[in-house]
């Protein structure tokens, strides 16, 4: 079980938390304005990357707070815990 | 009986009474059911599972192929290794050939879990382990050691010099003896420089127990090791005690234990050789016959054959030789044995077969003979086998190390570590006594060193710990492969034999609990397979719930061997949790029956129990289902519930509804991204109805949206979606829209609701808020009221699930009981459950987000064009409503369904198509049915259900596929009871 370090709580057990995908896909400024194709990619396609990859937590049974997190997808080590809006630090 | 006379660390003061296979027999504490069996003289424990073949006592510990028993007696328990029960008074068992039985009862005992942090945790306490242990504890380090055995000591336990539980060596003495895992040679008691090796132990445990910051745990294996040094372990509280148990104490206790560093000193595993009938009883792993005849003090057999590829054998065979077993020959398999170990036996009369094998183990029922390779036969009872020791790395490989295949050791070893983890002694390859000590010290100092200021405390030049920094740096194994001995004398190399070749190989099991032999994995090699996954799904090597620790490597090897490649290139299979078996009643833990999962219960609740409700759960919910009286059945008392709803005055207990209120200067724009159509124009005193879509344009949640004041909301959500829908708020104000000015509380568990329904509810309500004007011009439908019900502060929603006039009547938690008893004193109300609830929303076409959507549904597809705004730029799942996928005409549409029998209730879940009599194979679905009920409304079957063009369809007849032909169905819309709405204002 991961330990997630919560940028606001501290190191807690991975049950405490939700998962919320790939980081950065903001949510179009104009949806209206975008092709069926450029729609379907922000809904449907996602990054799966072996290594570093920034993703989205929840501390549901927390904090209630969102963050974002480098975890590197084979190691599950977690390089960075960073807040939403913040940009994805570089990690080693 | 084999018992010797002496020795073995057993109290033989007290006698344990025990029954095995019918037969009554005795043991002593200290034994395990193995051991005492084969104290007994009982040679047949189990049989096999695919060829039902004899099966003795193969090991002496987890890794236990063969003795698989039942427990029958004080409670059964189904598949425990005879090797790892420990004995007690009154114990029933017997052998099992395959699958056990689980208990027929439930089981009275208690589980329970205990959740524990520590700086080190230590996985063995043999000798690397407990120098582990001691090392970060004399650190400053919170330790725990967890220990499968019930007293700490490990390989030392086996050892010779076996004295009396209970005796201590003096503290921080070094023991002495050899492991006989290599070729060192074997301090056999009275030779010893140190104290005996269980004796050190017992000091070193008792010592490290006294510290107020170290925990020694017995009897507790670590199963699982998972990222993040997490991991569970089983510790075994009360089963040695049979019946004595005391009832307050928890059988087992699962502890999830997180460390910032472990030191895995999980030893090794002693591995068969594969030859001619190496299954029979009487065959016996060598350094298991040693423990038994050291620990036990039991003679596993009067004569008795060594077949070694190592120097470990010789340990075991002078031991057994010492106590009293005649050892015919030892064959070693190498060309040159070590000329020590050859000299020592022969002064015993031993004969050493120099690059000898064992051919066939033959008898019938067990070993009668042993054939050399060289065709002398042998008579003997007893064949002692040694093919060389596997390191311990399940946990190590469970949490992500890897392993690499080690020439010397011929084993596979850790490699890299996963972070913060060490490895130490015989887990990574060591084979001396020494090299374990100090390789465990030096583990044990670099845990709690890397844990930062740990390190303060620390001794220097302290027996026995090592200041080794690096990982494995400065050990035998890692000095070019050659590893010398404490005294400094060569050993041996381990030698490469996996199997003795023969013609037919039938024989040679590689798994014996799966009855896998040589020619089953030729098989599979010969049938293409190359790599050892498939090998292993293809033979089932390895998957029995020993989980191939003892042929784990010989698997590998063979198949290397039959492609005529490395063993390395071949590797091992993925190592899973758990290490060994685990019981699902330990993993439960106190979860079980009402505690399994919280249950939420009303306000009102204590008065549907009363009026014996049957409940249905939603959620974690307890919910009325329906109320029957005296001699109704759930059908009668749904239609009489219904008739009252649409006939007078029904009532139902809405409390569970989500609620939450969206509160800030921001709130109506932000409902407005939300729901498909627009909130921000609703009037303070006023509700509406809104649909929540994903991303995607799938309906995700319904409900009412009540404005409070301008900058304050109520929305309504499903029972079972209330969290999911307060977490899809908050998601979006806080990752995509953190500049909105909005708060959003649940309020669900604050208020009690009460459902007011059918064409008396105003004329009842009038009755208990006299200063409610609420007559439909006053009180028009989708507006909401505060006043007083029943002189409670009440707010009053005319809303309606049924079709019928209704009212939510929402009052403070405290005042739902009070309420509830109010309107059904009136004598003029008729409580109803969400049975009849269903049943009165269906006829109406009311869709149930959940069951009669299933998230590929869009508003559109539930005929609600109309809830989707044309004023508003955007909102969650506009964009994805004019996708090509959205717009195609065939999507399944919510119609209503008319059976042609008005008899027929059609099972929820049923498919439909186009065809009378079903053509051949593939039929193509034309959807399925997602409610069914008979109406009361109506007075006939109906359904609702997910069709194809459905709306297209209104008036044709389609077929419902039903056990025993199909059932002709008219496609209706879903609106089938009052569809001009005519009964809404009463």
Redesign the interface.
């Known amino acids: 079980?991961?330990?997630i370090p919560c940028p606001w709580c501290g190191p807690r057990?991975?049950t405490e938390f939700?998962y919320?995908g790939q980081a950065h896909v903001?949510?179009p400024a104009?949806?209206?304005a975008?092709t069926?194709e450029e729609?379907?990619r922000?809904?449907f396609f996602r990054d799966n990357p072996e290594g570093a990859f920034a993703e989205?937590w929840?501390h549901?049974a927390g904090c209630?707070?969102?963050f974002n997190a480098v975890r590197d997808t084979a190691?599950?080590?977690i390089h960075a815990v960073y807040r939403?809006?913040e940009p994805r630090p570089v990690t080693g | 009986m084999t018992r010797a006379a002496a020795g073995g660390r057993i109290d033989r003061s007290r006698v344990l009474r025990f029954r095995f296979d019918g037969r009554d027999l005795t043991g002593h504490p200290g034994d395990t059911l193995a051991s005492a069996l084969l104290a007994a003289g009982v040679r047949r424990v189990a049989t096999s599972v695919r060829f039902g073949r004899p099966r003795g006592i193969f090991s002496a510990g987890p890794e236990e192929p063969n003795a698989i028993v039942q427990i029958e007696e004080p409670f059964p328990e189904p598949m425990l290794t005879a090797t790892t029960v420990e004995l007690y008074d009154g114990l029933v068992a017997r052998g099992l050939s395959g699958r056990g039985r689980l208990a027929d009862r439930p089981d009275p005992a208690r589980y329970d879990a205990v959740h524990a942090h520590c700086d080190v945790l230590v996985v063995g306490a043999g000798p690397a382990g407990l120098s582990a242990a001691r090392a970060a504890a004399a650190d400053g380090a919170r330790v725990i050691v967890a220990d499968e055995q019930p007293e700490p000591g490990g390989v030392l336990l086996g050892l010779p010099g076996g004295v009396p539980p209970g005796s201590l060596a003096p503290p921080g003495a070094v023991p002495s003896g050899s492991l006989g895992l290599s070729g060192a040679l074997p301090l056999v008691s009275g030779e010893s420089a140190g104290p005996p090796g269980a004796e050190w132990a017992a000091a070193t445990a008792a010592e490290l127990s006294r510290l107020p910051e170290v925990r020694v745990l017995p009897r507790t294996t670590v199963v699982g090791h998972y990222d993040g040094n997490h991991l569970v372990a089983v510790e075994r509280r009360t089963a040695h005690l049979g019946a004595a148990a005391p009832a307050w104490m928890a059988r087992e206790r699962v502890w999830r234990i997180r460390a910032r560093r472990v030191v895995l000193a999980t030893g090794a595993h002693e591995r068969p050789i594969a030859f001619a009938g190496n299954d029979l009883p009487g065959v016996m792993l060598a350094g298991a016959a040693r423990t038994y005849a050291n620990r036990y003090a039991v003679l596993p057999g009067r004569r008795a054959v060594v077949f070694t590829t190592d120097d470990a054998a010789y340990a075991a065979a002078l031991d057994l030789a010492g106590a009293g077993v005649r050892i015919l020959a030892v064959a070693d398999a190498r060309p040159g044995p070590n000329g020590r170990w050859r000299e020592r036996v022969r002064e015993h009369g031993i004969e050493v077969l120099a690059g000898g094998v064992v051919a066939e183990a033959r008898g019938t029922g067990e070993v009668t003979s042993v054939v050399t390779g060289d065709g002398r036969e042998f008579e003997a009872d007893l064949l002692l086998v040694s093919g060389g020791w596997n390191p311990v790395v399940h946990l190590f490989c469970q949490v992500g190390g890897t392993v690499r295949f080690d020439d010397g050791l011929q084993a596979f070893v850790p490699d890299t570590p996963p972070p913060a983890v060490e490895v130490a002694g015989a887990a990574r390859g060591l084979t001396s006594l020494h090299d374990c000590l100090a390789d465990g010290a030096a583990a044990g100092t670099r845990a709690a060193e890397a844990l930062g200021g740990g390190g303060s405390r620390a001794g220097t030049g302290r027996p026995g710990t090592g200041r080794d920094r690096q990982a494995g740096g400065g050990s035998p194994e890692r000095r070019g492969g050659v590893r010398r001995a404490a005294d400094g004398a060569p050993q041996a190399n381990g030698h490469a034999l996996w199997l003795v070749p023969a013609d037919d190989c039938s024989t040679h099991f590689v798994d014996l609990q799966r009855d896998v032999t040589v020619a089953d994995i030729r098989r599979a090699t010969g049938a293409g397979l190359r790599s050892v996954e498939h090998v292993k799904r293809h033979t089932t090597a390895g998957t029995a719930h020993d989980q191939g620790k003892t042929s784990g490597t010989l698997v590998p090897a063979i198949v290397a061997g039959e492609l005529g490649v490395h063993v390395r290139e071949v590797g091992v299979t993925s190592f899973r949790p758990p290490y060994t078996p685990v019981s699902f009643a330990a993993l439960a833990g106190r979860d079980r029956g009402a505690l399994h999962d919280p249950v939420r219960v009303t306000p009102m609740h204590g008065w549907h129990v009363e009026r014996g409700a049957v409940f249905e759960n939603a959620g974690q919910w307890k919910r009325p289902r329906y109320y029957p009286r005296e001699g109704e059945d759930m059908a009668a008392a749904v239609l009489r519930e219904c008739r009252a709803v649409r006939g007078g005055a029904g009532a139902m207990d809405v409390s569970t509804l989500g609620k939450i209120e969206v509160r800030g200067p921001d709130a109506a724009g932000f409902l407005d991204r939300l729901y498909t159509n627009l909130m921000g124009t609703l009037r303070p005193g006023s509700i509406r109805y809104g649909v929540m879509c994903r991303a995607d344009g799938m309906v995700f949640d319904d409900g009412t949206v009540i404005r409070l004041a301008e900058d304050r909301f109520l929305a309504t959500t499903t029972t079972g979606n209330a969290a999911a829908v307060l977490d899809w708020m908050e998601e979006w104000l806080q990752t995509e829209w953190p500049s909105l000015r909005v708060y959003c509380t649940s309020v669900t568990e604050q208020w009690a609701t009460v459902a007011l329904a059918g064409p008396a509810a105003r004329d009842v309500l009038s009755g208990l808020a006299p200063r409610l004007a609420a007559d439909a011009a006053d009180f028009p439908f989708m507006t909401w009221r505060d006043t007083e019900v029943a002189g409670m502060p009440a707010r009053v929603c005319r809303i309606s699930f049924s079709g019928e006039l209704a009212y939510e009547i929402n009052v403070g938690a405290w005042h739902g009981p009070a309420l509830w008893s109010a309107v059904l004193d009136t004598g003029r109300v008729t409580p109803y459950g969400t049975e009849a609830m269903h049943v009165l929303r269906a006829e109406k076409g009311y869709p149930i987000i959940g069951q009669d959507t299933d998230g590929t549904v869009t508003p559109a597809d539930l005929g609600m064009e109309w809830m989707i705004s044309k004023k508003k730029a955007d909102f969650v799942g506009r964009r994805s409503l004019t996708r090509a996928d959205t717009v195609r005409r065939d999507r399944r549409h919510l119609v209503g369904l008319l059976p042609e029998d008005p008899g027929l209730l059609i099972p929820e879940g049923t498919q439909l198509v186009e065809h009378e009599r079903l053509p051949a194979p593939p039929v193509r679905s034309l959807g399925h049915v997602t409610s069914s009920y008979l109406g009361a409304g109506l007075g006939r079957t109906f359904a609702l259900a997910l069709v194809s063009g459905g709306r297209d369809r209104i008036g044709d007849r389609i077929f419902a596929v039903l056990d025993g032909g199909q059932a002709p169905v008219a496609v209706a819309s879903p609106v089938l009871y009052d569809p001009e709405g005519a009964r809404r204002d009463g």
Request: charged share 30%; aromatic share 14%; no cysteine.
């Open positions: 079980m991961l330990l057990d991975e939700h919320g903001a949510y104009d949806p209206g975008l069926d729609w379907a922000y809904l989205r929840s549901a209630r707070r969102w190691t599950n080590r939403p809006g």
